[in-house]
């Protein structure tokens, strides 16, 4: 009896704790209340696709990312995509998930980013270990540089096959979403009308091959930089072009010195917005 009163105590006194100790993050919904981890799951997995919008380089965020996949994975068949893979390596990425080639081939054939290891890598084995399809979905980022050069009309010069790698043409765009309208401002004018273009040819691209490889009896969770699915634009803009019956819940992040209420001006950014301090350490 006095081992179970001594253990009841110990459970109490690490619960108070670690209870007072400092949160890695918060999360709140779109009016800016707090809601839990269990209703963030909950709300996913209703969805027909999850826009999991991140800060490349926070390590919070990725292990958020990794959790909830794990977590929906165990409620719902699964198709994963990435911003951070680009379409002209779907081949690559798919004898990798195959194991007809090994990391080292990957990380040799495909232009994988800096942080892929530490942050996507994960993922991309999540796939691998549970036979699910990972899509890369992002325009090679050399055809984003062409139209930011030349606008879209450059990509009228592409060859078919160059051309499978992108949203069909021609595409579709609208410059006035205040997301395309704030990267011209934030920029200075510098770049002129084509820099949220070649911001847009990602979206239109992303968008395009979500709703190409997702089928109804799934849920397609898709990693990209929160920029691209804030405010319900971008991508998911793009999405609801192409099916407007499509439900999708965005998730972002939002760097505050204080974590525990939301400020004002993030609101109604996305479905669930994930606050982190500012002082997390980064990946790379």
Request: glycine share 6%; aromatic share 12%; hydrophobic share 35%.
């Amino acid at each position: 009896m006095r081992k179970l009163i001594v253990s009841l105590l110990f459970s109490c006194f690490t619960t108070f704790i670690f209870s007072q100790g400092k949160p890695a993050y918060k999360l709140f919904n779109a009016k800016g209340n707090k809601v839990s981890y269990n209703k963030m799951i909950k709300t996913m997995n209703k969805a027909d696709v999850v826009l999991f919008g991140e800060h490349h380089n926070n390590p919070i965020i990725h292990w958020l990312q990794f959790e909830t996949t794990k977590d929906l994975f165990q409620k719902r068949k699964l198709i994963l995509g990435a911003e951070m893979l680009e379409a002209d390596n779907q081949k690559v990425l798919d004898d990798y998930l195959a194991g007809n080639i090994d990391e080292k081939a990957l990380d040799t054939l495909a232009r994988l980013w800096n942080n892929y290891k530490t942050d996507y890598q994960p993922l991309v084995d999540f796939a691998k270990n549970n036979q699910l399809k990972f899509i890369a979905t992002n325009i090679p980022r050399r055809y984003a540089s062409k139209v930011f050069r030349g606008g879209f009309e450059v990509l009228e010069n592409l060859t078919s096959e160059e051309k499978s790698w992108i949203a069909p043409l021609p595409i579709k765009y609208d410059k006035t979403l205040p997301g395309y309208v704030k990267m011209k401002e934030m920029m200075g004018g510098h770049g002129g009308e084509n820099l949220p273009k070649a911001q847009a040819i990602k979206d239109a691209t992303m968008g395009y091959f979500i709703t190409k490889n997702r089928t109804n009896r799934s849920l397609f969770i898709h990693y990209n930089g929160s920029y691209h699915s804030d405010n319900y634009e971008g991508i998911y803009w793009y999405l609801k072009e192409l099916n407007n019956e499509i439900k999708i819940v965005t998730i972002t992040v939002v760097e505050q010195e204080n974590i525990k209420k939301l400020k004002k001006e993030e609101l109604k950014r996305a479905d669930f917005i994930i606050v982190v301090p500012k002082t997390m350490t980064k990946t790379y």
